[in-house]
């Protein structure tokens, strides 16, 4: 597609259930990265991965948070047991060549609500 | 569909000058928040400074102001003074039911 991709773009879930958030970057961008957005809050850097390098997690809030990149495209970000401060908006972004790339094109999004 | 536009991917400063940054979005809403992030190379995204769209009011932090058209649907952001530590990606983004982001300005700062 033109643009990245985010799938669902909504998601409500119970308290300790496992959820996976989707994003499908723009072909031929090395560099994916996932944020997320709480209520009221600031963005807040997740993880970085560029290339066949191993990934950044240092964003990574807890262990129950992970996230792959499968054959250098898609991404996959698992929360696991999740908890109501979970909730967020779950964004997505990709570009060229890491930090040297002009610009990060972002998805539109994954809305999750923990109940 | 809400849409955020960054005109300029790359921009360059001369220490202790004033540099502006531009922003235009698409939206049908009338009520919604627009903020700049300030991404260094540490890939933390830094909230510099959010304008409520129902104020009118400029908002500034420090050497940070905006210069908020509602009508124009433009929001720019205005370093003043500039420092070798406001060099970063900066990005604009958009929040009412959703978040949108444009795509990034570099900044680069000259001593």
């Known amino acids: 597609g033109a643009g990245v991709s985010q799938s669902p773009s909504n998601k409500v879930t119970e308290k300790g259930k496992d959820v996976e958030l989707r994003c499908d970057p723009i072909?031929?961008?090395?560099?994916l990265y996932w944020y997320r957005q709480s209520l009221g809050q600031g963005l807040e850097f997740l993880i970085y991965?560029?290339?066949?390098?191993?990934?950044?997690k240092s964003g990574l809030p807890s262990d129950r948070f992970s996230a792959e990149r499968t054959g250098g495209s898609v991404s996959t970000l698992t929360i696991q047991r999740t908890q109501q401060e979970d909730s967020a908006v779950y964004l997505c972004?990709?570009?060229?060549?890491?930090?040297?790339?002009?610009?990060?094109?972002f998805g539109p999004g994954t809305r999750l609500t923990v109940l | 569909a809400q849409t955020v536009t960054q005109s300029q991917p790359e921009m360059s400063v001369q220490e202790a000058e004033t540099v502006t940054l531009s922003c235009t979005y698409d939206?049908?809403?009338?009520?919604?928040?627009l903020f700049w992030y300030k991404q260094p190379p540490s890939r933390q995204m830094i909230l510099v400074i959010r304008q409520e769209a129902y104020k009118q009011q400029n908002a500034t932090e420090n050497r940070f102001s905006v210069n908020f058209q509602k009508a124009a649907k433009s929001f720019s952001l205005k370093i003043s003074d500039s420092q070798l530590g406001d060099a970063a990606m900066y990005f604009c983004?958009?929040?009412?039911?959703?978040?949108?982001f444009g795509a990034g300005t570099r900044l680069t700062v000259k001593p």
């Open positions: 972004a990709s570009s060229l060549g890491g930090l040297a790339g002009v610009g990060q094109f």
């Open positions: 939206t049908s809403e009338s009520d919604y928040y």
């Open positions: 983004a958009y929040r009412s039911a959703y978040v949108r």
């Open positions: 072909s031929g961008h090395t560099a």
């Open positions: 991965f560029q290339g066949n390098s191993a990934p950044d």
